[in-house]
């Protein structure tokens, strides 16, 4: 990744330097406040216990009469794709905390690379999502989630979900950024959380309306929930796996492209 404008007449930066240290700096505070960690995992694992416990027998039946034990398998992927969604929201957070409260006027007047500063939230944010998959797939299990893949599936598994995060964590870099008060940020990456219920995290596309249908399976939930169910069922994908990392590709670069425009108008005022 290049950097966001070139530096200083006379002056050197070492970009993976500086990133490396935004980085510590970030993960110093997701280790200061770990409360908000704790509310971004404690929401999809409601979730999990709310569907499976509460919902898992009836639905269980409706996909074939496998009980609560099949709607488990069915809908964890969907809460682990949810507990990307939470993660990025905290992204918001933290990058609006930045905008607002000063700290980029300081970075202005320290010899470091721009692009140090939004790289140390990805990377961070990333990190954090890892953890907190981590942790909601091991709830996952402990309440009948049995996934059948095989090593090569999980690694496939794990480099989707890496790039599914990366995508949605520069589009909530970029929403912080846009943000003009930390509570805005928080509320902005909303859809991202709901979006999946309109899709085929919780029931099939076939049982929705025909509207709804239509909106569900061409929406990109869909087929990334569908790519990251079928890895870890070790089910066939079909295309479902290009259209995810289609539509990923597409966030991941829109995101980056506004962030970069608007953190560089903040950097230079």
């Known amino acids: 990744m ?8 006379g002056l050197r930066f070492h970009p993976l330097r500086d990133s490396m240290t935004m980085l510590r700096r970030n993960l110093k505070h997701m ?13 999809p694992i409601i979730f999990l216990l709310l569907f499976v416990y509460v919902f898992g027998g009836t639905m269980g039946a409706g996909l074939g009469g496998g009980g609560r034990s099949a709607y488990a398998n069915y809908v964890a992927p969907a809460i682990i794709i949810m507990t990307v969604t939470a993660t990025v929201q905290g992204t918001a957070i933290s990058v609006a905390m930045d905008m607002t409260e000063g ?10 690379a721009r692009v140090s500063v939004l790289t140390g939230h990805v990377l961070g944010s990333v990190i954090q999502a890892m953890f907190s998959i981590a942790i909601v797939t091991g709830v996952a299990v402990l ?26 964590v520069w589009l ?3 929403l912080g950024q846009a943000a003009k008060t930390v509570e805005a940020a928080s509320n902005t ?10 899709g085929s995290g919780f029931v099939p596309t076939d049982s929705l309306p025909a509207g709804l249908r239509w909106f569900a399976e061409y929406q990109p ?25 289609s539509w990923c590709a597409v966030i991941a670069l829109g995101g980056y492209l506004w962030s970069r425009k608007l953190f560089n108008r903040e950097y230079s005022r």
């Open 2 to 9: 290049t950097t966001l404008a070139a530096p200083a007449a």
């Open 31 to 43: 280790l200061r406040y770990p409360s908000m960690t704790v509310m971004l995992i404690g929401m």
């Open 103 to 112: 700290i980029i006027a300081r970075f202005r007047t320290m010899h470091i």
């Open 143 to 168: 309440v009948g989630f049995r996934p059948t893949a095989g090593v090569d599936g999980w690694l496939a598994a794990a480099g989707f979900l890496v790039a599914v995060t990366f995508a949605f």
């Open 172 to 174: 909530c870099v970029a």
């Open 189 to 198: 990456p909303m859809p991202l959380i709901l979006l999946p219920f309109f």
């Open 221 to 245: 939930f869909t087929p990334i929930m569908e790519t990251l169910r079928g890895l870890l069922m070790d089910r066939p994908v079909g295309d479902n796996w290009w259209i995810a990392l």
